[in-house]
């Protein structure tokens, strides 16, 4: 690929894109608030809700952070645009980014409303949304090259 042509990252640090720096921490917190709910729903001790509560604000402020710089190099470079998983995988990050925000909300209920059985629910939609969305993005660096430094 010609150097004009490059797919480059339009948010980086020294040449290194800011997206994949960031997803990985989003992507942990709602993997660990579904694993805490479930948690919560087996043992009952409220303990495992308020990590959940927490996990998923965590996974909202990075998530939220990860979603402006991925819509940065999404509307900075046509490139990115026109790769066949860039839209598959921007609408899929928005669809887990809405449902642990309505999952927040359910979270800041009292702690057995809150998790059983819509916050255990939405937990797992939104987990089950993440290796999708990945594996899209995945596809974006590996087989098309966006931010890949030739």
């Not at 604000?57 to 490139?79: E, P, Q, Y």
């Not at 702690?111 to 059985?117: D, I, R």
Request: aromatic share 10%; net charge neutral; charged share 10%.
């Amino acid at each position: 690929m010609q150097d004009d042509m490059r797919v480059r990252s339009t948010a980086q640090i020294a040449g290194h894109p800011i997206h994949p720096m960031l997803v990985p921490i989003p992507i942990v917190c709602f993997i660990g608030a579904l694993f805490t709910d479930i948690a919560y729903v087996a043992s009952a001790e409220i303990m495992w809700a308020d990590f959940s509560a927490w996990l998923l604000l965590v996974g909202i402020i990075f998530g939220v952070l990860a979603a402006i710089v991925g819509l940065t190099d999404f509307l900075g470079n046509r490139l990115v645009r026109t790769q066949a998983p860039a839209w598959p995988h921007l609408i899929g990050n928005a669809v887990a980014l809405v449902l642990a925000i309505f999952n927040t909300m359910i979270h800041m209920r009292d702690a057995w409303t809150s998790v059983w059985p819509t916050g255990l629910v939405l937990s797992a939609l939104t987990v089950l949304i993440l290796p999708v969305t990945g594996w899209l993005g995945w596809a974006m660096v590996y087989r098309h090259g966006v931010g890949v430094a030739r």
